[in-house]
């Protein structure tokens, strides 16, 4: 479990929570969660003794009122801010504020940027809680899945877990969706399988892309089209389609280089960042072209590109241009 999950899930289970918390990161779904839990736990259904504050539009006096009105017929009185600023810019007030704040009081800050230096963050460190909610790392989240999908008494065979990885990316929100789902469906089979990963699992448009560059490949053009028309049937723009594309080919070329170099398949993982089984399938896709049909697919997709930018081609049809030709031997 996340460091700093054991803290708050202490203080919900002791019952016992602090003045100020800040929550602050670039993962926005941990933060979210956290504070969900925090609000469900402290305030829970109770409107007059909460208050919340999104933005900078806000008044010192106003929350120093609310902080310091005694809770009606509750414990506390419960304040969340959300992207306030106060912790990149001026703060005049806030440091004092924090100082004088009720036992009676829990106030959680939600931020995406922060000063360390700052004379507010330092306040909030002194007399409360602050965690730094980054995403995790491929380790941590995949034993976050396996604990959200043991939580509801599953099991996962673990072709169907690599799949499910495969498939779904790593943004937080969307793997929490997918897994629900998941459970959901597979709720009374006790177990997790590869074909119910298939059917109920909707794949990131990075792994359908990634299915699409296998296809062409295999120099299967039909397949190939296909996966195109149902990437732009899901409105996804066809710049995007065409950017994840050459994305993938620059991978492709690093791959046939160090496998060239006769690297070992952990090592070229560990080198980007990649997980082993994602480097096999790539490994694997990258034997399917030669190292000059990659460049020159690479220096084909910029082209593209800059047609589309200057008005000289459509962009649906830019990427039609790009798979025909990559499609085509030799």
């Known amino acids: 479990m996340m460091k700093f999950m054991k803290k708050i899930n202490a203080d919900i289970k002791e019952h016992q929570f602090e003045r100020v918390y800040l929550l602050y990161g670039n993962e926005n779904f941990l933060k979210q969660s956290c504070k969900n839990r925090l609000k469900n736990a402290v305030a829970g259904e109770d409107t007059m003794n909460f208050m919340a504050v999104t933005g900078k539009e806000f ?27 106060i912790f990149k810019g001026s703060a005049e007030g806030f440091p004092e504020w924090i100082d004088a704040l009720p036992e009676s009081a829990c106030v959680v800050f939600v931020e995406s940027e922060i000063d360390k230096r700052s004379r507010v963050y330092k306040r909030v460190q002194d007399k409360g809680y602050v965690s730094e909610m980054n995403h995790p790392d491929d380790a941590m989240l995949e034993k976050w899945i396996l604990q959200k999908i043991g939580a509801r008494k599953l099991n996962i065979t673990r072709d169907a877990f690599r799949r499910f990885l495969e498939i779904t990316g790593n943004e937080m929100d969307t793997l929490n969706n997918e897994i629900e789902k998941l459970c959901d469906y597979c709720e009374l089979n006790g177990n997790i399988t590869i074909e119910d990963v298939e059917l109920i699992v909707t794949p990131v448009v990075t792994s ?7 296809q062409v490949a295999r120099g299967n053009h039909e397949r190939s089209m296909e996966l195109y028309y149902d990437l732009l049937s899901l409105k996804e723009p066809a710049m995007r389609i065409l950017f994840l594309i050459a994305r993938q080919l620059n991978q492709l070329v690093l791959i046939k280089d160090m496998l060239m170099q006769r690297k070992k398949r952990d090592e070229i993982a560990r080198a980007m960042s990649l997980k082993p089984f994602i480097v096999s399938k790539l490994s694997d896709q990258a034997a399917g072209f030669t190292l000059q049909k990659l460049k020159d697919s690479i220096r084909l997709a910029v082209e593209l590109e800059e047609a589309v930018k200057t008005g000289d081609l459509n962009e649906t049809m830019a990427v039609e241009i790009l798979i025909n030709r990559m499609t085509v031997r030799g």
Do not use: H, N
């Open 208 to 214: 359908r892309v990634f299915e699409l560059v296998e």
């Open 59 to 85: 008044d010192l006096t106003t929350l120093r009122d609310f902080t310091e009105t005694m809770p009606f017929f509750a414990e506390k009185r419960m304040l969340i801010m959300e992207d306030s600023g």
